[in-house]
């Protein structure tokens, strides 16, 4: 009876955001294990595949998010027509894209001075899949199945951590770089489970008017913009270090960059609520203002509470984490920390932009993204400098999305 009452008690929501702290604790574990099996120096290639993982996420968060919001709006035959040109598209970009990391897998094993170029190979082999799977959970976010959307996010986390110990343990003469990719690339046929067959119809039973196909366009045009300065500023700073610094240096970054960015992976949860509920509200004629400075204040609290203890406890945190030949990194920590909280809390006002199709935040992130990158190429004598970089770019590019909602809300 008390199990019943309880279950009651939990929200879909509420049940989604543990189900994301869940997927993100076995992330980190997953990198944990790799930093303490792999040392510094094979760990930085390992990063690199993460990094790329990351970028693919940006990239395919553009489809992920056009779904979720057209979800919302379109109803049925309409929906379903959306649905299967966005499969198809989607699926077109993936197989591009994974070619294109093939062909180029030579090039950037040079580029980021990696061990091996078979993995980027078999990465590539498995972008097409990713893109699938971001489709599907656009679906599930958009028609609010959390429980569906929780599942998926639960099957790619589980399977990639589960398959590379495996591979590792089982397969320990072949490159453990390798044995990475592979692991990444089954996780995202898993990522698929479960697959919206329903919401599918390979007949399309209703014509897309050019009013629609014009909003459509204009939301994927500026998400994938968005995403790539999403890219930028998340995954720029580790690929630059990779580039610029010796292989050893370059793994006591990543984990630095992993320690530090889990306020981002907690930010996250909170858009993926946020989008929908802002489409909804618009397309009721609400304000959508609370909803906004609800999440930015959960960010908030659980920013000024991570960086605190990784100012208060940076050792004991990198010991536990890592090991104790990460330890050099302890003095970086906070301050890593603080440029993504930065960036954390001004992602949630440009997400909140963007489900209203106003675009000049998203602009914003960009010209900032740009200048982040261009900073560290200038400016990376040492890590410390590289990480004062991000700092300054995140601080100003907050300042500016908060005076932008302000202005904005001064003239409504």
Known sequence: MKSFILSKRITPEQLFMLSVLIVNGGNYLYNLILGRLLGPTQFADAAVLVTFLLVLSFIAMTFQLATAKFSVLFESGLFKSFVLRVYKNALSVGILLGLAIIIFAPQLQKLFNTTTSQMFVIFGCGVPFYFLMSVNRGIFQGKNELKSLSVTYQAEMLSRLVITLLLIYVLSS???????????????????????????????????????????????????????????????DILLVKHYFEPYEAGLYASLALIGRIVYFIAWMFVM?????????????????????????????????????????????????????????ASLLWKYGLATSMFALSNIFAYYYLSLDKYIPVIISGVFGMLQMALVVFFHESLEQVVYMQIIAMVLLLLIQLTFYKLDYKNR
């Open 174 to 236: 072949v490159s453990f770089s390798a044995l990475i990719a592979l692991g990444i690339a089954i996780s995202f046929l898993f990522g698929l489970i479960p697959f919206s067959v329903k919401d599918i119809s390979f007949k399309e039973t209703t014509i897309i008017d050019k009013t629609h196909l014009k909003s459509i366009r204009s939301f994927f045009i500026l998400t994938a913009f968005y995403e790539l300065t999403q890219i930028v500023i998340n995954n720029s």
């Open 273 to 329: 609520l946020l989008l929908p509920k802002v489409v909804q509200l618009k397309k009721e004629n609400k304000s959508a203002s609370k909803v906004l400075f609800k999440y930015v204040l959960y960010i908030g609290v659980i920013s000024f509470v991570i960086v605190l203890g990784c100012f208060l406890f940076p050792k004991t945190i990198i010991t536990m984490l890592f090991g104790e030949s990460y330890i050099s990194m």
